[in-house]
C-alpha cells in the first residue's frame, strides 16, 4: 500500500511541477508560485473537511509560519529554475506580478486549479505513505519521480537531448527503487 501511495504522490509532484513550468513561461515564474499556493488552499480545506482538523498543539502556529516561509522561497527557487532549465534535469538536480498576469488567472484556470490538485495530492499521498513504513523507503520510491520527469519533459516540452542524457541514470536510480521494494 505505502508503495502505491509514494508512487502516487511522486507522479503527482512530476505533474504539478509541469503545471509550473507552463504557467511560468505563459505568465511568469512568480504566478506560478502564487498559484500553486493559492489554489492548493481548497483541496487542503476539502481534506480537513473529509478528516477533521488536526490537533493544535503548542507550537504549531510558530513550526507552520517558519514552514511557510521555507516552503515559499524554495518555490520560488523550483520556480525560476524550472523556467531556465528543462524539467527532466531540474527534477534530477533539485513579487507578486504585475495586473496584466493576475488578469491572465481566469484564462489559465483550469491549470491552475489542476496545481492545486496535484499539490494537494501529492501532501496527501506521501502523508499516507510516511504513516505506514519508514520515511526513507517513501523518499526512495519516490525518487521515480525522476522518470516521470523525463517522459513528460520528452513527451510535453520536447526535451529530446536532456532525455538522452538523463535517461542512463535515471534507469539506475530506477533499478534502486525495484531492489528496495524487493528487500521489504
Not at 515564474?29 to 481548497?42: D, K, N, Q
Not at 504513516?131 to 529530446?160: C, D, H, N, P, R
Not at 533499478?175 to 521489504?184: K, P, Q
Request: net charge positive; glycine share 8%; with cysteine.
Amino acid at each position: 500500500m505505502w508503495e502505491a501511495l509514494a508512487l502516487t504522490a511522486a507522479l503527482c509532484q512530476v505533474l504539478r511541477n509541469t503545471v509550473m513550468k507552463r504557467l511560468g513561461h505563459e505568465l511568469d515564474e512568480y504566478m506560478a508560485v502564487w498559484g500553486r499556493f493559492t489554489f492548493l488552499l481548497p483541496f487542503a480545506a476539502l481534506f480537513v473537511l473529509w478528516h477533521g482538523p488536526p490537533q493544535i498543539k503548542p507550537g504549531f502556529v510558530w513550526a507552520c509560519l517558519l514552514f511557510a516561509g521555507c516552503q515559499i522561497i524554495s518555490t520560488m527557487a523550483l520556480s525560476k529554475a524550472l523556467k531556465l532549465s528543462p524539467i527532466s534535469m531540474v527534477t534530477a538536480l533539485w513579487k507578486v506580478s504585475s495586473r496584466k498576469y493576475f488578469a491572465a488567472v481566469p484564462r489559465h484556470w483550469m491549470a491552475f486549479i489542476s496545481f492545486g490538485f496535484f499539490a494537494a495530492l501529492t501532501t496527501v499521498t506521501q502523508g499516507h505513505a510516511y504513516l505506514l513504513t519508514l520515511s526513507s523507503y517513501v523518499e526512495a520510491v519516490k525518487q521515480v519521480e525522476i522518470l516521470f520527469a523525463l517522459g513528460i519533459g520528452v513527451l510535453i516540452f520536447g526535451e529530446k537531448q536532456k532525455g538522452r542524457e538523463i535517461a542512463p541514470g535515471a534507469i539506475v536510480m530506477l533499478t534502486g527503487v525495484v531492489l528496495l521494494s524487493l528487500a521489504t
